[in-house]
């Protein structure tokens, strides 16, 4: 059962290109969350989903980003008009159900963006 | 607004020596404290969770303790390893999916 997996592991945009964050779940695992962690901070929720649905957006920045989960495939984190400030390591970690006491959230390795 | 301190920021110590860091909260309600270990360049991986039941867990070398009165977690290294090499996150929930990510604690072990 291979864990949870990010694509790319590095990625390199210019300003104002578009920067596409990919993260299949573990098997089985219906629940997405994406986590941003600039340097020298600690992990920020950013946005929770299910498949076909977004739970909760409210860590996202209002403007630019978006993210999805759609019914076959990989969650996808999307960039758009990526700026200096975006640089920041990306996570994205599954669960089987929605968090709870006892629910174990599983996380990727990251996706490090950085933008010059 | 719910916070995580952690400290130290960073440690050093010799491998075999035993560590213990410091995990503060005000998250509020509490739901349970995890403690995470990120190697550089990897994802955070589990050691332990408590509830507000539990006082202590252990896990191998890594015990971990609850003290939800004061709002307090510690993380206790046994006979450290050269492998402990790696960032310590405290992470606390408010119940549901919303966690709460201290900003870790750098530690360093040396041969």
């Known amino acids: 059962n291979a864990g949870v997996m990010q694509n790319p592991r590095h990625l390199v945009r210019r300003r104002g290109q578009e920067a596409r964050l990919r993260c299949s779940p573990m098997?089985?695992?219906?629940?997405v969350y994406w986590y941003r962690q600039l340097p020298e901070e600690g992990l920020k929720f950013m946005v929770y989903?299910?498949?076909?649905?977004?739970?909760?957006e409210s860590g996202m920045p209002k403007e630019r980003f978006s993210a999805e989960f759609p019914k076959e495939g990989p969650s996808i984190l999307r960039i758009q008009q990526v700026v200096r400030g975006d640089s920041a390591a990306y996570f994205c970690?599954?669960?089987?159900?929605?968090?709870?006491?006892?629910?174990?959230?599983?996380f990727g390795q990251g996706t490090r963006l950085t933008v010059v | 607004k719910n916070q995580v301190e952690q400290s130290p920021q960073s440690l050093i110590i010799l491998e075999g020596k035993n560590c213990t860091l410091q995990c503060n909260y005000t998250v509020s309600p509490f739901s349970n404290l995890r403690w995470y270990k990120q190697d550089t360049g990897r994802g955070p991986v589990s050691l332990t969770i408590?509830?507000?039941?539990?006082n202590t867990k252990s896990n191998g070398r890594y015990t971990a303790t609850l003290d939800a009165d004061t709002k307090q977690s510690s993380l206790h290294i046994t006979a450290s390893q050269l492998s402990d090499s790696a960032s310590y996150i405290c992470v606390v929930s408010a119940g549901g999916y919303a966690l709460n990510f201290g900003k870790g604690t750098s530690l360093l072990v040396t041969p």
């Open positions: 408590m509830t507000f039941s539990e």
């Open positions: 970690a599954s669960s089987p159900m929605r968090g709870g006491t006892d629910t174990e959230a599983f």
């Open positions: 989903l299910q498949k076909e649905n977004i739970i909760d």
């Open positions: 098997k089985g695992h219906s629940h």
